[in-house]
């Protein structure tokens, strides 16, 4: 969440997400007549299918402030979708633009008040969102202004042509460095033990406690095939250390962290056994024919005379159709064998107790 303010002192609490469809009825109360000067008559609907990131600014009140729409093309028809990069290295040789790390704004709304805080909020939200990204680019007529919010983050480049007809669109370009700078990092040197060590004291003195003053300068000196360590730098200063190694406590992991969506970190294998066996062993109440689990006492969790009892008097079947295992069983005794459920239907299995319970 950011805070912004307008020229007016009024304060706003905004954050960015995704757009999603029901966004649009917003969106086009948004669009004023300057809007479509800027970008064209627009099928928001069409846009936003096409959009390859499209995101839209909240306050608190989740109130839509501001909107914008990305795609990995040119508008206004300057240039072939599969033939742009060649048209824009044109305009600079050293700028190197790929479909890869460019995208082009299509469509900006805002509310006026807050109009410039939110496209640069907007902006750098979305350089954080995609780490591949480094330009976006703005195609406007070239007898348009960008006005006072979008010239505050792009510059003009250069002018290009329209396929169709005769006239001119401004180029105009933001790059990342200007609002979400990557950081530069590199393999880890033992120079940068006197940058990183206060940033480790500050958070723990624990391991310089345990290893020694200089314990630092050891791992990064340690560094081989296996032990790997690197820096974040700016401006020469590291300000971020990670070590890595290849060999994993494996036991660990699993006994501090819940690896099951992850398979455990490990390859599959069909004889792999993903979930032990588990004892349900269930306690029946005095008197109240209640069902308890032993290992969760105090949780009811069903009434015996809604359960189907099965004729081995082990197992019970409850109304959802799972099937739990069961100590003791006092009721709905029959002569007659309900067969071996594996997989079975819910209504077939009460059509058959309700038969059974008749003849009974």
């Known amino acids: 969440m950011s805070i912004l303010t307008s020229p007016r002192g009024k304060v706003e609490v905004v954050h960015c997400r995704r757009t999603e469809s029901q966004d649009i009825f917003c969106i086009k109360n948004l669009i004023r007549k300057f809007t479509q000067n800027l970008f064209g008559r627009l099928n928001l609907i069409y846009l936003l299918e096409k959009a390859n990131l499209a995101i ?19 508008n206004w028809n300057v240039a072939k979708q599969d033939e742009w990069v060649y048209v824009f290295r044109e305009l600079d040789k050293e700028l190197p633009c790929t479909p890869l790390n460019t995208l082009f704004m299509h469509l900006f709304v805002a509310v006026d008040e807050f109009s410039t805080g939110c496209c640069k909020e907007i902006i750098q939200s979305v350089f954080k969102a995609v780490p591949e990204l480094h330009f976006i680019f703005l195609i406007v007529p070239a007898y348009m202004s960008l006005g006072t919010t979008l010239i505050t983050v792009f510059d003009q480049v250069g002018s290009i042509p329209n396929l169709t007809f005769n006239e001119d669109f401004a180029v105009h370009i933001c790059h990342r460095h200007s609002h979400y700078p990557q950081l530069h ?22 391991l310089r406690a345990t290893y020694g003053e200089y314990f630092l300068a050891e791992l990064i000196e340690a560094q081989d095939k296996e032990n790997h360590a690197v820096v974040c730098e700016v401006e020469g200063v590291a300000v971020g250390f990670m070590s890595v190694c290849s060999r994993v406590n494996m036991q660990l992991l699993h006994e501090c962290f819940d690896l099951g969506p992850f398979h455990g970190f490990c390859v599959p294998h069909p004889d792999d056994v993903l979930e032990q066996p588990r004892d349900l062993s269930f306690q029946e109440s005095q008197g109240t024919g209640a069902v308890y689990h032993k290992n969760m006492p105090g949780i009811r969790s069903m009434p015996v005379h809604n359960c189907v009892l099965l004729s081995d008097g082990t197992n019970f079947i409850a109304p959802s159709g799972i099937l739990f295992k069961y100590r003791k069983v006092t009721k709905f005794h029959s002569s007659k064998t309900l067969a071996t459920l594996v997989n079975f239907d819910i209504l077939e299995l009460t059509n058959a107790l309700l038969e059974m319970l008749t003849n009974k």
Do not use: G, S
Not at 186 to 206: C, G, N, S, W, Y
């Open 56 to 74: 839209t600014l909240c306050n608190e009140r989740e109130e839509i402030m501001a909107h914008a729409t990305f795609v990995d093309y040119p």
């Open 185 to 206: 990092v590199r393999k880890a040197r033992v120079e940068d033990h006197d940058d990183l060590m206060p940033i480790f004291l500050q958070h723990d003195t624990i």
